[in-house]
């Protein structure tokens, strides 16, 4: 009785794909059996896989959005703290809160370019700067309350 080869057992299942089997030069015997995930991955070397094809729906249920459809990702705007710059700014420590407030600008202005890292980068940058404004300020008012209040504690009574 004659076994059937590798090769007739391959032909069947590769008939409706595009892949297409590597030559392959005679195989020499091993003196150690190769284990089955080595063995698996030998069998595959040399072949030529097409890519996935793309969905051919370009329906999508946001039409406000600038990305194309076919972008597997579509990073997210980073938040520009532009809030927190602003109250750091206004009722805080004043000289970070400025340096807040532009890098918070910068985040949308480097958005708007395309620079997504840039944006990410100034938006981190705004927010540290816009928490340490607002530290830096309690700091401030604390350090005026005690102040304030050993004056007070030092003066005599009227």
């Known amino acids: 009785m004659d076994s059937p080869?590798?090769?007739?057992?391959?032909?069947?299942?590769?008939?409706?794909?595009?892949?297409?089997?590597?030559?392959?030069?005679?195989?020499?015997?091993?003196?150690?059996?190769?284990?089955?995930?080595?063995?698996?991955?030998?069998?595959?070397?040399?072949?030529?896989?097409?890519?996935?094809?793309?969905?051919s729906d370009t329906s999508s249920s946001d039409s406000d959005s600038d990305w194309d459809v076919g972008s597997p990702l579509s990073p997210l705007l980073p938040a520009d703290h532009l809030g927190l710059a602003v109250f750091s700014m206004l009722c805080c420590f004043w000289p970070l809160g400025i340096a807040s407030f532009c890098l918070a600008q910068k985040t949308n202005k480097a958005w708007a370019e395309g620079d997504v890292q840039g944006a990410g980068a100034a938006s981190r940058r705004a927010f540290l700067l816009g928490v340490l404004a607002i530290g830096l300020g309690l700091c401030t008012y604390a350090a005026a309350l005690v102040t304030l209040a050993a004056y007070l504690a030092s003066r005599a009574p009227p």
């Open 5 to 55: 080869s590798l090769r007739d057992f391959q032909q069947p299942l590769l008939a409706g794909t595009a892949c297409q089997p590597p030559a392959r030069e005679p195989v020499k015997p091993e003196l150690v059996p190769p284990s089955r995930e080595t063995a698996f991955a030998e069998s595959l070397r040399g072949w030529q896989f097409p890519p996935p094809p793309l969905p």
